[in-house]
C-alpha cells in the first residue's frame, strides 16, 4: 500500500512539475520577444525546450523530428505572432493583451491539446498546425522568395499529413503525406501571387491570411474523404457532402465577398 501511494504521489508530482514547466516555456517566450523584439532568441528558446528530440542515437533524429514536427509548427507560428503582435503600432497596454491572450492559446495546445493521443486529438493538432503554420508563414513571409514559401508550405503539409495517419493503420504513409505536401505547397504557390489578408477586430496590424482558412477548408474535406474510404473501403457521399458543402460555401463568401482590396491585399 505505501509503495502504491509513493507512486501516486510521485505521478501526480510529475503532472504538476510538467504542467509547470510549459507554463514557464509560453510565459518566458512572452518575455523574451518583449524585452529583445527579435525573432531568433525566441526560436532558440523553442528549439532548446525540444532538447529530447535529440537526447537518442543519431539514427533517430529523423524519426524524432518528423514526429515533434506539429508540435515544432505549432510553438514557431506562436511566436511569430508574438513578434507580430510586439511590433504593432498600438499603445502598449493593447499590445500586451494580445500577447497575453497568444499566450493562453500557447499554453492550451502545451497542456490540453498537445499531450492526447486519441484520434479526434490527434487530428486537432494537425488541423491547428495546418492553420497556424500557414496563417503564420504568410504573415511575415509574403515577399520572401516564392520557392522558399512553396517549400515551407510543403512541409507543413506534409507533417500535419503525416501525424494524422500515424494514427491509421495505413501502409502509404510517406507517399500520402507527400502527396498531400504537394497539394497544400500548390495552393501556397498560387496564394503567394495574390495574397488576401483580413484585418482582425482586436489589433489592426495583425491580418489573418485568407490562404490559411481556405487550406484548413481543403484539410477538412480531405481528412474526412480519407477517413471514409478507410473505415468503408470507398468514399461514402453521405460522409462528404456536409464537409463539401460547408468548404464550397465558406471558400465562395470568401472569394466573392471578401476579396476586395479594402480588406487588406498583401
Known amino acids: 500500500m505505501d509503495f502504491l501511494k509513493n507512486a501516486k504521489r510521485r505521478s501526480v508530482m510529475s503532472e504538476v512539475i510538467y504542467m509547470a514547466l510549459n ?6 517566450l512572452l518575455f ?12 532558440a528558446l523553442v528549439l532548446l525546450s525540444k532538447w529530447r528530440v535529440l537526447a537518442v542515437r543519431p539514427r533517430y533524429w529523423f524519426v524524432n523530428i518528423q514526429a515533434n514536427m506539429v508540435d515544432f509548427i505549432v510553438s514557431i507560428s506562436l511566436v511569430i505572432f508574438l ?18 491572450i497568444i499566450t493562453l492559446v500557447h499554453v492550451i495546445w502545451l497542456l490540453f491539446i498537445k499531450p492526447r493521443s486519441k484520434r479526434a486529438f490527434i487530428v486537432t493538432q494537425s488541423a491547428v498546425a495546418l492553420f497556424l503554420g500557414v496563417a503564420a508563414t504568410y ?15 510543403w512541409v507543413v503539409g506534409y507533417s500535419t499529413a503525416r501525424h494524422i495517419l500515424t494514427n491509421y493503420d495505413e501502409s502509404h504513409i510517406i507517399f500520402l503525406s507527400i502527396v498531400w505536401g504537394l497539394v497544400i505547397a500548390e495552393i501556397g504557390w498560387l496564394a503567394y501571387h ?25 484539410g477538412f474535406i480531405a481528412y474526412k474523404a480519407y477517413d471514409s474510404y478507410f473505415h468503408n473501403q470507398k468514399i461514402r457521399t453521405n460522409d462528404i457532402i456536409l464537409p463539401l458543402l460547408f468548404t464550397v460555401s465558406v471558400i465562395a463568401v470568401l472569394v466573392l465577398a471578401f476579396n476586395s482590396v479594402s480588406t487588406g491585399v498583401v
Open 23 to 28: 507554463i514557464a516555456l509560453a510565459v518566458a
Open 139 to 153: 504573415t511575415v513571409a509574403f515577399d520572401w522568395p516564392d520557392i522558399l514559401i512553396v517549400a515551407i508550405m
Open 194 to 218: 495574390w495574397t488576401i489578408a483580413y484585418r482582425l477586430p482586436i489589433i489592426q496590424n495583425i491580418l489573418l491570411p485568407q490562404v490559411a482558412i481556405i487550406v484548413m477548408c481543403v
Open 83 to 100: 513578434l507580430t503582435a510586439n511590433s504593432a503600432n498600438i499603445d502598449d497596454g493593447q499590445k500586451l493583451l494580445v500577447q497575453v
Open 32 to 43: 523574451v520577444v518583449r524585452s529583445t523584439g527579435s525573432l531568433l532568441p525566441a526560436l
